[in-house]
């Protein structure tokens, strides 16, 4: 298979409604994006980057009324986050639903979401009908790519499709906040900073 590098959101949403994966663009590294509600899909991206299944992904949808779908409920500190970084580089741990398959989350009851801020990744979300499973679109252990090239060099071969969005504009991945009782808590620094959520939300505690 000779993988192609392109703008065409038609074959690329037909692609992923087949089960298959495709590299996307988003503000902070590339991903690669398979069926968040497939289990078929999903296992394609843990063999394709030779990925641990005991490391959970980041699930991508295309707006703040989509993350109710598919989580069964929202902290207030979350709605503030996602009203004020969103689409941005900031991923929340929310208690998900029934619609969202073990392999997802590796079996514990958060899953991490975010919408990226990248203009085709958006559309290409707005036109699917379910969300996108994307961690970075390289092999596991190496650095993640920031442009299709980067893609190309590692994954060449194994998937059929690069959504070519340029170079990513932040190249450092999101900021990633889990809720403790409601309490923010940081588990990845990322996108957005510690001194942000302050600004927005108060405090914060760092997980160590």
């Not at 073990?102 to 979300?125: C, E, K, Q």
């Not at 980067?150 to 499709?161: C, D, E, K, W």
């Amino acid at each position: 298979m000779h993988t192609k590098v392109g703008k065409d959101l038609v074959q690329v949403k037909k692609l992923l409604e087949n089960d298959d994966l495709v590299a996307i663009p988003t503000e902070t590294v590339y991903g690669l994006a398979a069926n968040a509600l497939s289990d078929n899909a999903l296992r394609k991206i843990f063999k394709t980057k030779n990925r641990p299944h005991h490391n959970p992904l980041i699930v991508h949808v295309p707006s703040i009324e989509s993350v109710s779908s598919i989580v069964t409920s929202i902290p207030t500190a979350a709605l503030t986050l996602l009203n004020s970084f969103s689409p941005g580089p900031i991923t929340l741990l929310l208690p998900r639903n029934s619609q969202i398959p073990d392999i997802v989350t590796a079996g514990l009851p958060n899953v991490a979401i975010r919408i990226p801020a990248h203009p085709l990744a958006l559309s290409l979300l707005s036109s699917l009908s379910f969300p996108l499973a994307a961690p970075s679109a390289n092999l596991f252990g190496y650095i993640s790519p920031t442009s299709p090239y980067h893609v190309q060099r590692q994954l060449n071969g194994l998937i059929p499709y690069i959504l070519d969005g340029g170079n990513c504009t932040s190249g450092i991945e999101s900021t990633i906040v889990g809720f403790d009782e409601d309490l923010p808590v940081v588990y990845r620094l990322g996108g957005i900073s510690i001194e942000q959520l302050h600004q927005t939300i108060g405090e914060v505690r760092i997980h160590n």
